[in-house]
DNA sequence: ATATTTGCAAAGCCTTTGCAGGGGA
DNA sequence: TCCCCTGCAAAGGCTTTGCAAATAT
């Protein structure tokens, strides 16, 4: 992954030290962490860092566009990926967690009246995966 | 629409007077309504009703597949549909408010490995529908 | 008599906000 | 200096829970 810091530059975001760690964190090891994750995670591996920090972080980080955030019908919390393309979930149920699917393996054609217009599609598939 | 306590009682739910009004309300007149509708409707039309108890109605309901439940990515409250067909939805930014996508419109196929096994797939639809 | 339903208030979960203090440009 | 960032605690939105009183079987 290349340099964080400079990717938060080149998005506008100015580079605190928290900011720097929780963007790496999401950015490589997290896998769809929420914000109590990311806040668990960095009271173990940074100082102390409060809520409200972890949550305006997640906003900013957001805004910018080096992270999205979902949210999901089966599930009340708030969902960070790193993955900012046009994509779709599968929830495992098993093990309440998220997986990726990209674009190309969900195809959707919706039959809509003309004055309809999409602005975006969510889809979430849940069920098991056995892996 | 078919007699109410009937349909309540055939569902395995006893036919309370609050459970027959709202069950008509929802399966009537109100259109994905949320727990908070559900209830300012109560205290308009009926004698005062806690939200304790609308909550407990909306659970037994959907429990007993009369009506059924819907949460969305982009909205943070709940919504009770009458439509308990497998079907999809349409979220109009500009009202706020939703539609039902029968099944028939909107064609899915999701690519994906043998070992998943899908139990359900929700999809929302967001855009402007300028009716 | 017994089980169910209701109301009320309190608590819970997740997230946002207000404000004061601290640190970097 | 000045502005932004951070932390803390409080509040906010929505939903659930605990418990006692009312109601139905």
Redesign the interface.
Known sequence: MQNIEQMLVEHGVRPTIHRIHIARYILGEADHPTADEVLDWANQNLSKISRATVYNTLRELTQAGLIRE?????VSRTVYDKNTENHFH?YD?ASDSFMD?NA??????????P?????????????????
């Open positions: 979902f949210r999901f019908p089966q599968f149920q699917l190309d393996s969900v195809k959707v054609d919706i039959q809509l009246p004055s309809f217009k999409v602005n975006c599609v969510d889809i979430l598939v849940s069920g098991n995966c056995s892996q």
